[in-house]
RNA sequence: GCCGCGGUGGCGGAAUGGUAGACGCGCACGACUCAAAAUCGUGUCUCGCAAGGGGUGAGAGUUCAAGUCUCUCCCGCGGCACCA
């Protein structure tokens, strides 16, 4: 074996080595290995390999190596989220098409994905902007169309008017444009969303199956935002009482404070505004604070912190049904608090129980009516839960038996839920196209699922937005459309918007199962070989959105037939994030971005991958700086590694004729109680995403194993074994060296024996009153007797001890013994 | 404001309620060397010559025993944010 441990060569050799031998393509089947579904987010095809996409694939790749030697069938699958903004910004910037720039990105970041050493399954490889695959997003959506799951509206969205295109909720920061700062407003567009508000309480309710970090399901459901409540309907009257057929819905968690509703609140866009609009005396002012309150940014409107607006209607009032005479009219404000996407765009003001309405109250001079006992209503609004007063029949109960008595007099039992529906249109060229064609009515078709896949038009020159989306350009999609459904004039008209990448990525995964299949987006039968799937690793940033949409896509796949259950992943962990050297976010203008190829080229891809696992904990969502020294001291232990060899081929040459006979001798138990008690914990600890203590406790094992004269050979072996998934480049390299066969990946993972962790003797601390006072080496699993006596007898423990005698005794088996005096 | 996560050496981080600081980095000293690097060895929470004392954001509590459990507070990170 070389001298030298030359991570290049061995490295490159071996790559080669996996790759013609198909070493990872996964069967669906493989004799009765149990299948395992190891699934990591797929990378969007930036052009470049960063230090990220390394944490996010290379670091689970040891979790997944372990697996398959452990008896798993493994499929470890890879692809690219593909379709985006990025492409077409490179496009409108370099005047590139869009599909070049992509798919160069995809053929060098594979190049450089190969250098990882990753056992992905490339066989299976899918890319969201290949006809194949779109063609299967496109009719799921139409599935969704068919089943009214995904349906077109009217909405506001975000809108930049200096890029002159929609922006998606995430690319508006502080209710500016992310890319040119400008101040982003609000416009009315028609637009596609998928119904998942429909889905709400399953998503909720399932949860509690799933097996994923509280964190992550905490996070659902407040984004889900469920909240039980009661609709109370008020009647609306002229000043001069005379009762109009127009009724105010509200909605209330606290329909134990009715008796406290001292106004109504509308929000600007409720409808009533409008049919009521002969009988408002103030209209003009009224439309004038409307349309201020349009001209302002959902973010502007939302801002919690702002001075709440608003205006009184005059010349109608709300009429309390619970109240007779005085109190019982009460006026109604139209105020851009209220949100009209929420509830049932009214609320019920009470503001003596609800600090908005009591803001709202103080500002305009309003009344404020305690009806719940418990606060102090002339200084601050009361929320808390309380004895009702001021309520006739009601008063004398508390606050949730009375919830429930007015309810059921008055109201009805309703639940409401913050999530909105999801808007997936974009006025965007590099996008999967929505496929729908417009009749003269502007109704919707579908295409029909025979001219699937819907292409996206190759014959667009400019990608710039202007206000519509550039497949509108397209002479080439025009013609296709009047090719199907006649070419009568301009008749029918193509939908010109793609779907958000978000619909791609909800259901790739399954995909994967069955990557080539022309006839079905994946069969159902090789969906039941692998899905759910039994791991899933990714971003922390993908909780709400992802993560979300992926599960709701499952759920109305299921509810068609065409999966067999109802969640897609069921374990999710979420990593961390690799910062730079200096702490702060890796950037190009901090200049503190670690290159992952520059790194791998002068360490190596073993050293790179084991230094990420080692830098922190994997099963949390910590930070972690990037640490030149932290990386010196894992290629050192590669090193060592690669002499301690050295070491063994000398004896194996020396001991040749007895060689495998040799181990037991000449290994002593110490060091055996020590490889099982590595075994155990690093077993443990990559099932737990804790290589960074699995890593350590390796170290520990080799740091025993340089001080033992004659390195057993099968010794070596399992510790060749336990580091393989770690590193599998110079871990095949030496087991090769070592006259092995076949390769060290195809072995089977080393089992421990519980007994033999046991060690000789035990080290046991003798604490008086809970504070250690000396030390004692013992027999393992000495009786308590036994150590009390030999405590006892030690001269220091008597100097301690004095005349005392100890009043109580506490023994912890192999561990404390406390006397307590 | 609400929800979630966290706060341990010079640094990344270890610790089923049971000897805090494993492992790695850094640093110091030593060996090897003409010398340096690399490598190897020893040491490295803190005060103290020592015996011993103190120490896991602060304060209290439970316990024979608390980094770990409970309460109050402070700080940092992430998410949501007028959701009635």
Not at 137 to 146: A, H, R
Not at 478 to 488: A, C, N, P, T, W
Request: proline share 5%; charged share 30%; hydrophobic share 35%.
């Amino acid at each position: 074996m070389e001298k030298e441990y030359n991570h290049r060569e061995i490295e490159t050799k071996w790559q080669k080595f996996w790759k013609e031998n198909k070493f990872y393509e996964t069967k669906d089947q493989d004799g009765n290995k149990p299948n395992f579904y190891a699934l990591v987010e797929f990378p969007y095809p930036s052009g470049n390999l960063h230090i990220g996409h390394w944490y996010a694939f290379a670091v689970p790749d040891i979790f997944v190596r372990a697996k398959r030697m452990g008896g798993y069938n493994v499929m470890f699958p890879i692809g690219f989220d593909a379709f985006g903004l990025p492409a077409e910004n490179a496009a409108i910037k370099n005047k590139v098409d869009p599909r070049k720039w992509t798919y160069e990105n995809i053929a060098y970041m594979e190049k450089q994905l190969q250098s990882m050493g990753n056992s992905f399954d490339w066989s299976r490889k899918v890319i969201t902007s290949d006809p194949e695959y779109y063609k299967w997003t496109q009719w799921l959506f139409l599935k969704l169309y068919e089943k009214g799951l995904a349906y077109k509206k009217k909405a506001i969205v975000n809108w930049c008017p200096s890029c002159n295109t929609v922006l998606a909720n995430e690319q508006v920061v502080a209710g500016k444009c992310e890319r040119c700062d400008r101040e982003v407003i609000q416009k009315d567009l028609e637009q596609w969303f998928f119904k998942i508000t429909d889905y709400a309480e399953r998503l909720l309710s399932d949860m509690e199956n799933l097996n994923w970090p509280e964190e992550i399901k905490t996070a659902q459901k407040n984004w889900i935002g469920k909240s039980d409540g009661t609709e109370l309907e008020f009647e609306v009257a002229s000043s001069q009482h005379l009762v109009f057929s127009e009724k105010i819905k509200v909605f209330t968690t606290r329909a134990d404070t009715l008796f406290g509703v001292t106004y109504l609140v509308l929000a600007p866009e409720h409808p009533i505004i409008e049919k009521l609009k002969s009988k408002i005396e103030n209209l003009n002012e009224v439309e004038k604070y409307i349309k201020e309150t349009k001209a302002k940014t959902e973010i502007e409107r939302t801002d919690a912190k702002k001075k709440k607006t608003g205006i009184k209607l005059e010349g109608i009032v709300a009429i309390n049904p619970v109240i007779s005479g005085t109190g019982r009219e009460v006026p109604i404000f139209v105020a851009d608090y209220v949100l009209g996407n929420y509830g049932t765009g009214a609320v019920m003001a009470v503001p003596a129980h609800d600090e908005r309405d009591f803001e709202f109250a103080k500002k305009y001079n309003l009344e404020i009516r305690e009806v719940i006992s418990g606060g102090n209503i002339s200084v601050e609004s009361y929320t808390g839960e309380g004895v009702l007063i001021n309520s006739r029949e009601f008063d004398g109960i508390n606050s949730e038996e009375a919830r429930e008595k007015i309810t059921e007099k008055f109201g009805e039992k309703v639940t409401k839920y913050k999530l909105r529906d999801w808007l997936l249109s974009r006025q965007r060229y590099w996008g999967c196209p929505i496929p729908i064609v417009y009749d003269s009515k502007g109704k919707p078709h579908p295409i029909p699922e025979e001219n699937l896949p819907w292409l996206l038009p190759e014959d667009i020159k400019d990608f710039a937005p202007k206000g519509e989306s550039p497949l509108g350009s397209s002479k080439e999609l025009k013609k296709r459309v009047e090719k199907i459904f006649g070419s009568s004039s301009d008749r029918w008209k193509p939908e010109v918007d793609t779907m958000d990448t978000f619909v791609d990525s909800s259901w790739y995964f399954n995909r994967y199962t069955d990557s080539k299949n022309e006839k079905e987006f994946a069969n159902k039968e090789k969906l039941k070989l692998w899905m759910p799937v039994s791991r899933y690793s990714g971003g922390a940033e993908h909780t709400n959105m992802h993560l979300l949409y992926s599960r709701f896509f499952h759920k109305a796949l299921f509810d068609l037939g065409l999966v067999n259950e109802s969640e897609p992943f069921i374990k999710r962990m979420n990593r961390g994030l690799i910062l730079g050297p200096d702490g702060q976010k890796m950037s190009k203008s901090k200049g503190n971005v670690i290159d992952p190829d520059e790194m791998v080229k002068k360490v190596g891809s073993d050293t790179v991958k084991m230094y990420l696992a080692f830098i922190g904990p994997y099963n949390e969502t910590g930070q972690y700086p990037w640490d030149f020294g932290g990386i010196v001291g894992i290629r050192r232990f590669l090193e060592r590694v690669w002499k301690i060899v050295q070491k063994i081929e000398e004896q194996d040459t020396k001991y040749e004729i007895r060689e495998e006979k040799s181990d037991i001798k000449t290994s002593n138990s110490k060091l055996i109680g020590l490889l099982h008690k590595t075994i155990k914990k690093v077993t443990e600890d990559i099932e737990n995403y804790k290589f960074n203590t699995a890593i350590s406790a390796m170290m520990i094992f080799l740091n025993e194993l340089e001080h033992i004269p004659n390195v057993s050979k099968t010794v070596f072996d399992t510790f060749l074994k336990l580091l393989a998934p770690f590193a599998p480049h110079i871990t095949e390299e030496i087991w090769t060296n070592l006259r092995h066969k076949t390769s060290i990946h195809l072995e089977k993972w080393p089992e421990y024996d519980e007994s033999k962790i046991k060690e000789e003797n035990t080290v046991i601390a003798i604490q008086i009153n809970g504070k250690v006072r000396g030390q004692l080496e013992i027999k393992t699993e000495a009786s308590e007797e036994t150590v009390k006596e030999r405590a006892l007898k030690s001269t220091e423990i008597q100097k301690w001890l004095g005349n005392n005698k100890p009043k109580k005794v506490i023994f912890v088996p192999n561990r404390i013994i406390n006397f307590v005096i």
